[in-house]
């Protein structure tokens, strides 16, 4: 490598070690990372199907594994990530006369990093939490979970729990039944995306905070950030007008 030498210009960096190679690899990782989040929407969608048709999977293909699976990865990248700029702004620190071994640190520091693993790391993907979410709410809705409850409503008119379900289904701001539902990870109450995305930026715009439109809501300042798709509320308003449109023909 040229400039090797000891001749410290006092230039960024170490003066002698040029980073750009290390920096472009490493945001060239980053799009996995986006490879990842993408295969796990893919997982959690088949998830949704197979409760969806009651499709009994061996637990060889069962999504939750393929998801946990995922989840690692993610993890796994996220470490290497980390190892590799910690590496990286500690050298730029030391300002060493000699070259580091680079590769070692990153594996030192990896190796850390991984060795603090544990499940509970799993509650801090977001994408992971949200799966297990719309899994058992998708479950419940199939009566395939929490048996208890199910009995419970055996008694109630089915009429009144039709209209209870269907005001589930319908979006505070247009008081019209959502075609693409939207949870707010904070009070967990539902919209329809554009409506609350659109609510939410007009407000921004004149430079004032968003109050969640559900009547007796406390939450005063929404994010576009705290929306996350709601999936399995979306399949139930599907479903539910499927078998409405089966039932009229
Ligand atoms: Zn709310």
Redesign the pocket.
């Known amino acids: 490598m040229p400039g090797c030498s000891t001749s410290s210009s006092g230039s960024g960096s170490t003066g002698f070690i040029s980073f750009s190679g290390v920096e472009s690899a490493l945001s060239s990782l980053k799009n996995f990372q986006a490879c990842i989040s993408s295969g796990m929407d893919t997982a959690s969608s088949v998830a949704l199907d197979l409760v969806e048709t009651q499709t009994e999977v061996s637990s060889e293909y069962s999504m939750d594994k393929a998801m946990v699976e995922f989840a690692m990865m993610d993890r796994e990248l996220n470490h290497y990530l980390k190892a590799v700029q910690s590496t990286i702004n500690h050298v730029k620190e030391e300002r060493s006369e000699k070259i580091p071994d680079l590769k070692l640190l990153v594996e030192k520091k990896f190796l850390a990093l991984q060795n603090k693993n544990s499940d509970a790391d799993f509650q801090n993907n977001e994408k992971f939490v949200q799966f297990k979410q719309q899994l058992k709410e998708l479950k419940k809705q199939y009566g395939l979970q929490g048996d208890r409850e199910a009995d419970s409503t055996e008694g109630l008119d089915e009429d009144m729990i039709v209209t209870q379900s269907q005001t589930n289904f319908i979006c505070p701001i247009t008081q019209l039944e959502m075609k693409k539902p939207v949870k707010?990870k904070v009070?967990g109450?539902t919209y329809d995306e554009e409506a609350i995305v659109r609510m939410i930026e007009s407000k921004h715009r004149r430079k004032k905070k968003a109050c969640?439109p559900?009547v007796g809501?406390s939450?005063i300042d929404m994010r576009i950030s705290d929306l996350i798709q709601d999936e399995a509320l979306r399949r139930a308003i599907e479903n539910h007008n499927k078998k409405r449109r089966r039932q009229s023909t």
């Open positions: 707010n009070c109450h969640c559900k809501c939450q």
